[in-house]
């Protein structure tokens, strides 16, 4: 791995670390070299994940943190650096989302959402910024997007909006915080198969969609790695504020 890749010396947080794609990054992150904190609401889980992680060689911890509640927040990242260290790199990947047309949609099912999407990733964001500007030192935070923050699908009004709201999020914090070297960025998958979609893209429907997307398949939780480890890494040291889209193309898509 060229060396301005290397994590080597850096500490991780991944949020919704339980899920496919949070549990890819960790192992990602820490395959490159960093220690990683595994992050999410329960403890068992984590707790799995951590030890497979070991089991690799990695350097990796399980801390509890809900994201919609700033006092575990602030906690769960106080517990992280007495393990660890200082945070250097922060994945913003917890994220939900409730199928339902918004007249059916309830205001609790909104709250959720966007409260786990969005304003959870301004309280991590913002609680490990706090600890690096106190050190003195540069970070890189990473939250995760979608492409549906720049186009809509049926449905899913919430989370379209928590992603709409995450994209601009990023930019006005890689404002305020470029001059004190935290780097904020963006990734925003397309459609990406997880153990929770597989059998819908293997119905008709998902094929339907799937030849939708210009590379005419859909994308492997892998296909983030180059991604990733540039906004993770001192190869991104020039970027905030910025988003990559990774998607086989599909905002390209024909209307």
């Not at 399980?62 to 700033?70: L, P, Y």
């Not at 449905?155 to 904020?184: C, D, H």
Request: glycine fraction near 10%.
């Amino acid at each position: 791995m060229h060396d301005k890749f290397s994590l080597a010396g850096k500490t991780a947080l991944v949020t919704g670390a339980a899920g496919c794609l949070g549990e890819h990054f960790a192992q990602t992150l820490g395959e490159a070299g960093a220690k990683v904190v595994v992050a999410g609401r329960r403890q068992a889980p984590l707790d799995r994940l951590a030890d497979k992680l070991k089991g690799l060689g990695l350097d990796a911890h399980a801390v509890v943190i809900d994201v919609t509640d700033a006092s575990s927040v602030r906690s769960g990242l106080r517990e992280a650096q007495s393990l660890c260290g200082l945070i250097d790199i922060v994945v913003c990947t917890a994220g939900v989302a409730v199928n339902k047309n918004s007249l059916a949609l309830s205001s609790d099912e909104w709250d959720q959402v966007i409260d786990v999407n969005l304003k959870g990733c301004w309280l991590v964001a913002n609680e490990a910024a706090r600890e690096l500007v106190a050190a003195g030192q540069p970070g890189s935070i990473i939250n995760v997007s979608s492409i549906l923050g720049y186009r809509v699908a049926g449905n899913v009004l919430p989370y379209t909006v928590s992603k709409a709201g995450l994209e601009q999020m990023t930019k006005a914090l890689a404002l305020e915080w470029a001059r004190y070297g935290i780097r904020v960025n963006a990734l925003a998958p397309g459609y990406v198969e997880t153990n929770l979609n597989r059998d819908f893209f293997a119905s008709e429907a998902g094929q339907a969609m799937i030849k939708r997307i210009p590379q005419r398949r859909l994308g492997q939780a892998s296909d983030l790695d180059g991604a990733l480890l540039l906004l993770a890494s001192d190869a991104s040291a020039y970027m905030t504020g910025s988003s990559i889209v990774v998607d086989g193309g599909h905002l390209q898509s024909t209307l």
